[in-house]
């Protein structure tokens, strides 16, 4: 039987950054993934994937829409969905053919099959009808991520009524796209295939999109998208789905209470994720599981098993890949005795759509809930010459800052690149900067960040520069 330090069962962001922080730091490590690939949900269906494809079809909507203004005449294009396809597959071998790569460079043992808890220091792992090997360790971290979250009431056939998964792959574009759903996953595919030719419909049950992020970020992203032509039906709460051939009717009901039919040809569930801790056993160590299937640990991410820890989507908090990504780092340099920390304020959020939406820290709502005095200075991206260059002139950047002391308190945007610029909002509210302190920093000139900076000088006194 083979012995290590510590074991990793799951090999998705947090899981494989964990095991290579681990095995940095001395440890003798294992990885365990029940998928033929390693790097769980983000590399093989979730993040990357979906990226890849929303860079093809943004390229392709620039070349049908823009390219003309810039004065590239291109005559009859089309494009070939299949084409795309096989590029998004690209990306993720190549992608996870790298996490391969590393694991071999830090020596971490991996073994695929199913990973399950025969007692507190020794695994089983599974691979299909073969026997069960079992493996010791001293140490275990639970990283099995989630999966697509559906409705009590829906079927899904993973055809026409389909999860982001199945979206990824789909063998043509949809006539009509009905997507429940007005958050990240749902908008960004919905964009996608919306692009591409599709009719798409967003039913939420909110009376926002992105419900979770500031309200002037969903009112900013409802206008670009109507637009774009997308069609919404928010505060609605969906009752039934049914297919009938090849066609699927969703029925709801509205704030009125009346029941409102919506017909399309596939039907996409993007109502959250629910995380998966699916033939881990966890019955054999005695780890108990909270009423959303969670996994509870402590202030260390520990479970209430001592050498047993959880980090990611399996346990409270935003399923974000760089959130399981600093908790497994924080959970293998725990276990060397380090005294690392994490500042869960300071994890943004990113919806990949065109333009991009992405937040650090507390909405102008939290604020006034908590009662904290604050001042907010916005900036339209329309007003730098950098997005009137480059055609990209939807959005804003909108700093919150401490009313008496003026350190930053959030930092919300919406605009090209935005999930690049909103990396100098986390910095500056590490370093607890004030809004002053972002706003006499040099910003280079024409970028689209100078927009922090002038949102910054409003934040400070109403001194922005160019508006």
């Not at 049914?242 to 993007?270: H, M, P, Q, W």
């Not at 916005?378 to 939807?394: E, H, K, N, Y």
Request: glycine residues 10%; negative net charge.
């Amino acid at each position: 039987m083979s012995s290590y330090d510590v074991a990793v069962i799951g090999s998705g962001p947090g899981g494989y950054v964990a095991a290579i922080r681990c095995a940095q730091l001395g440890m003798k490590t294992a990885i365990i993934e029940k998928y033929d690939t390693l790097g769980g949900t983000c590399l093989n269906v979730g993040c990357i994937p979906s990226k890849a494809l929303l860079d093809s079809s943004h390229h392709y909507e620039d070349a049908i829409k823009h390219f003309d203004e810039h004065g590239i005449e291109l005559g009859d294009v089309k494009f070939s969905l299949e084409k795309m396809i096989a590029r998004k597959q690209g990306v993720v071998d190549m992608t996870t053919k790298g996490i391969d790569f590393l694991m071999d460079k830090n020596k971490i043992d991996v073994y695929h099959g199913v990973g399950s808890f025969k007692d507190a220091t020794h695994i089983d792992i599974a691979v299909a009808k073969e026997k069960a090997q079992t493996i010791e360790a001293a140490k275990t971290i639970i990283a099995t991520g989630s999966k697509p979250s559906t409705l009590p009431f829906i079927t899904l056939d993973k055809e026409r009524i389909i999860t982001s998964t199945e979206a990824l792959k789909l063998p043509e574009v949809p006539k009509h796209m009905i997507v429940i759903g007005g958050g990240v996953i749902g908008l960004e595919l919905g964009q996608v295939y919306k692009r591409l030719g599709a009719e798409v419909t967003v039913v939420e049950y909110m009376d926002r999109i992105i419900p979770t992020m500031d309200k002037a970020q969903s009112k900013e992203l409802m206008k670009v998208f109507k637009k774009q032509k997308v069609k919404f039906a928010l505060s609605h709460g969906v009752t039934a789905v049914a297919r009938k051939g090849d066609e699927v009717i969703v029925k709801a009901t509205n704030k009125k209470g009346e029941e409102v039919e919506f017909k399309g040809d596939y039907c996409l569930v993007s109502v959250g994720r629910r995380a998966y801790t699916d033939g881990l056993n966890l019955k054999a160590v005695g780890i108990p599981t909270d009423n959303r299937g969670r996994v509870e640990v402590n202030e260390h991410l520990q479970t209430n098993v001592s050498n047993i820890y959880a980090i990611g989507d399996v346990i409270k908090g935003a399923m974000l890949a760089h959130k399981a990504e600093e908790e497994g780092v924080f959970v293998a340099e725990t276990m060397a005795g380090q005294k690392p920390h994490i500042d869960y304020n300071l994890i943004p959020g990113v919806v990949y759509t065109w333009p991009e939406v992405a937040s650090v820290g507390k909405t102008e709502e939290q604020l006034i809930e908590a009662g904290v005095a604050y001042k907010a200075g916005s900036f339209p991206v329309r007003a730098l010459g950098r997005s009137r260059a480059s055609g990209d002139i939807d959005g804003f950047v909108k700093i919150l800052a401490d009313k008496a002391t003026d350190e930053v308190l959030g930092v919300h945007m919406v605009g090209a690149r935005a999930a690049d610029l909103i990396a100098e909002g986390v910095t500056a509210m590490e370093f607890r900067a004030s809004a002053e302190d972002i706003a006499r920093m040099s910003h280079p000139h024409p970028t689209y960040t100078e927009a922090v900076k002038e949102a910054a000088l409003a934040a400070t006194g109403d001194r922005a520069l160019h508006v």
